[in-house]
């Protein structure tokens, strides 16, 4: 099975333990400390660009405009680690409607139900900052059936994107 394809296996099974606690901040870009930031990009490095073989200019300019949403635990070494992320970009930055992407979860964490609970957080903070509004993503093909379950409906046709199959979802 390829790594894409166990991801979206992970995502799509249903629940056995509950995700773990965690303490969620949506910050915005000005708002992120150094440390803050680097874990961010680190993570979003280790799943989309090493874990999925896909070389591609993950800095495209919109962290400026967006909040960052992080799910943090405690670690045992001290300080916060993180173990889920998206970023939160309002209507007319990637798209007409407001966005949420570069949705990631920890490795380590998946299948733990993570993945559902960083979505449920995303529309909610994405509507409490912005008020409730359409959502529309640029999902990875092979994650349809994730985001349905919170709500998304394909639109258009596939596309390629940085070598991945995607599709625009939107959720009303």
């Known amino acids: 099975m390829s790594r894409l394809n166990a991801s979206a296996a992970a995502l799509a099974r249903p629940l056995s333990t509950p995700p773990p606690a965690l303490r969620w901040r949506c910050l915005a870009f000005a708002e992120l400390t150094a440390t803050e930031l680097y874990r961010a990009l680190q993570l979003r490095a280790e799943v989309f660009v090493v874990e999925q073989t896909c070389a591609f200019q993950d800095l495209d300019g919109r962290d400026m405009q967006a909040l960052h949403l992080m799910g943090e635990r405690e670690s045992e070494e001290g300080g916060a680690a993180l173990l889920a992320y998206a970023r939160l970009l309002p209507a007319g930055t990637a798209f007409a409607e407001a966005s949420v992407g570069r949705v990631v979860t920890a490795p380590a964490t998946r299948g733990s139900g993570l993945g559902h609970a960083l979505m449920r957080q995303a529309t909610a903070e994405l509507h409490r900052r912005w008020g409730v509004q359409p959502i ?12 349905r379950q919170h709500g998304f409906e394909p639109q258009g046709a596939l596309y390629l994107e940085d070598g991945i199959e995607h599709i625009e979802m939107v959720r009303l």
């Open 136 to 147: 529309r993503i640029g999902a990875q093909a092979h994650l349809q059936a994730y985001y």
